[in-house]
């Protein structure tokens, strides 16, 4: 028996690949995504083994994914040069690779990129022979229990419908999510971030995912959720776990500040009445602002619209330790055309 924390499917296949025949690998996972899939499909066909897959298809949990949950799946099924069977079970959370009698991971891992390679998960990877073997016979027990009685068959017209309806409902669980996460922290040069991810129409994640986090901690990192609050800006069309696409109707736009700071206004904690308080008060500091607004609990919030406003330029720190802050005369001429309704 071993803790697998890094790569464990990858750790898992490795294993098989000495082993002569793999007659069925078992998948039990309520996430699936394209490429995760790919990986131990290419693997099957490689080894001509059967691949049984058990997943959630439950319609709130596709509704609520970012990527076409679907069509990994139906990518699967379509594939005729190869043995796969798709059981569905709605109230599915274990994740399970298992061979019958050899080798079985479990843990914490869907069958995303994010359980096998991004996310910090924990899974023990057990094999034959071993003094654990009973251990193994048992998840073998589970396994077989969930595909032959917990579950049913799921079909490509059933698929086809939850991604239909996954299609339609997809703009409404973007906003809901956008306003259950609404803050644009990018972190460091988020006004440069942004343009830098314009430059193109068609991005990796991976090019999109370092961008973003440049200068910003490993364990702060976030990729997902920024670019939800890109996609509520006009920013990003679409995004999966392996490319992005930008708005390129919005390239233009987003890249003027003025234009930017209107659209930010939904995402921002009151932004105009920060700007108007820092030019009232000349030059002031985080903690009177803190006092005029009563801030007490959104501190985070009021300092990312002061981040964004600062990388606008409408305002300054002006010393280094930013504990003062002024609007800039780029920030006074925004003051005046709000005012006057321009």
């Known amino acids: 028996m071993k803790i697998v924390t890094e790569k464990p499917i990858d750790r898992f296949l490795s294993i098989l ?17 394209r490429t995760a899939a790919d990986k131990i499909k290419e693997f099957a066909k490689r080894k001509k083994s059967g691949l049984r897959i058990v997943t959630n298809l439950d319609p ?43 080798y079985c991971v479990f843990g914490s891992s869907n069958l995303t990129m994010g359980g096998l390679e991004h996310n910090i998960e924990l899974n023990i990877l057990i094999g034959y022979p071993n003094k654990d073997i009973s251990i ?78 440049e200068n910003e901690e490993a364990n702060a990192k976030n990729t997902r959720n920024k670019l939800v609050f890109l996609m509520n800006l006009g920013a990003v069309t ?30 921002l904690y009151k932004p105009t009445k920060l700007l108007k308080f820092i030019r009232d008060e000349k030059r002031t500091t985080y903690k009177k602002i803190e006092k005029h607004f009563k801030i007490t609990n959104e501190e985070s919030k009021y300092r990312t619209s002061i981040h964004w406003m600062n990388y606008l330029g409408f305002v300054k720190s002006t010393r280094a330790d930013r ?16 005012d006057s309704g321009v």
Request: some cysteine; overall charge positive.
């Open 238 to 267: 679409s995004f999966d776990e392996t490319e992005i696409t930008i708005n390129k109707d919005k390239r233009n736009e987003l890249r003027n500040p003025v234009v930017l700071y209107d659209l930010l206004q939904e995402h």
């Open 17 to 33: 690949e000495k082993i002569k025949t793999v007659r069925e690998i078992y998948v039990l996972s309520p996430f699936i995504t």
């Open 136 to 213: 193994l016979n048992d998840v073998g027990t589970f396994v077989k229990k969930v595909w032959t009685t917990l579950s049913s068959r799921a079909t490509k017209k059933e698929l086809k419908v939850i991604q239909s309806k996954w299609s339609d409902d997809r703009e409404k669980y973007l906003s809901l999510f956008g306003g259950l996460r609404p803050e644009p922290a990018l972190a460091g040069d988020c006004f440069s971030k942004l343009k830098a991810i314009l430059r193109r129409t068609k991005w990796k994640f991976a090019e999109v995912d370092k961008i973003l986090g």
């Open 60 to 102: 709130i949990q596709m509704s609520l994914s970012f990527s076409d949950p679907v069509e990994p799946l139906l990518r699967l099924l379509s594939d005729r040069t190869m043995d796969v069977k798709l059981r569905k079970c709605n109230q599915l959370h274990a994740k399970v690779y298992y061979v019958e009698n050899r």
């Open 323 to 338: 504990m003062y802050i002024e609007v800039t005369k780029k920030g006074e001429a925004l003051i005046e055309d709000k």
